[in-house]
C-alpha cells in the first residue's frame, strides 16, 4: 500500500504538542483536540498565518517518544466553546518520517479499539 492508498484515522484526544516557526528558538504549549494520520487540530492562544509552516514537536503515550516534524496551518478560528481566547487550529502534516506516520497509525489504531 503506498502512502495515498493510506486509510485515514482519526482520533479525539487531548495531549500536549509544542510548535515553533522553523529557526525560532521558542516553543509555543497548545493542546490536541483530534489526531489523524494526515494531520492534527489544536487549541491556541497565538494566532499564526494561514498556509504557514510550523515545527511541532509531540509525545504519544507508549509510543514514538517525543518527535519533531513539519506542519502547515490550514485554518484557524475562535474555538467556539472552549473559552475565551482560544482558537481551534488546523494543522496538516508534511515532511513526516515513514516510521513516524507508522507510529501515529499504530497509536490511533490501539486507542480507537
Given at each position: 500500500?503506498?502512502?495515498?492508498?493510506?486509510?485515514?484515522?482519526?482520533?479525539?484526544?487531548?495531549?500536549?504538542?509544542?510548535?515553533?516557526t522553523p529557526g525560532s528558538p521558542r516553543w509555543t504549549?497548545?493542546?490536541?483536540?483530534?489526531?489523524?494520520?494526515?494531520?492534527?487540530?489544536?487549541?491556541?492562544?497565538?494566532?499564526?498565518?494561514?498556509?504557514?509552516?510550523?515545527?511541532?514537536?509531540?509525545?504519544?503515550?507508549?509510543?514514538?517518544?517525543?518527535?519533531?516534524?513539519?506542519?502547515?496551518?490550514?485554518?484557524?478560528?475562535?474555538?467556539?466553546?472552549?473559552?475565551?481566547?482560544?482558537?481551534?487550529?488546523?494543522i496538516r502534516f508534511e515532511e513526516v518520517p515513514?516510521?513516524?506516520?507508522?507510529?501515529?497509525?499504530?497509536?490511533?489504531?490501539?486507542?480507537?479499539?
Open positions: 500500500m503506498g502512502i495515498g492508498d493510506r486509510l485515514c484515522l482519526r482520533l479525539r484526544s487531548r495531549f500536549p504538542v509544542f510548535s515553533k504549549k497548545a493542546f490536541s483536540v483530534d489526531l489523524s494520520t494526515s494531520g492534527l487540530g489544536l487549541l491556541t492562544r497565538q494566532p499564526v498565518e494561514k498556509d504557514s509552516v510550523s515545527e511541532l514537536r509531540l509525545g504519544l503515550r507508549g509510543s514514538i517518544g517525543k518527535v519533531v516534524f513539519r506542519g502547515r496551518v490550514v485554518h484557524q478560528m475562535p474555538a467556539k466553546g472552549k473559552g475565551r481566547g482560544l482558537l481551534s487550529t488546523g515513514a516510521h513516524v506516520l507508522d507510529s501515529i497509525t499504530r497509536f490511533i489504531s490501539k486507542q480507537l479499539n
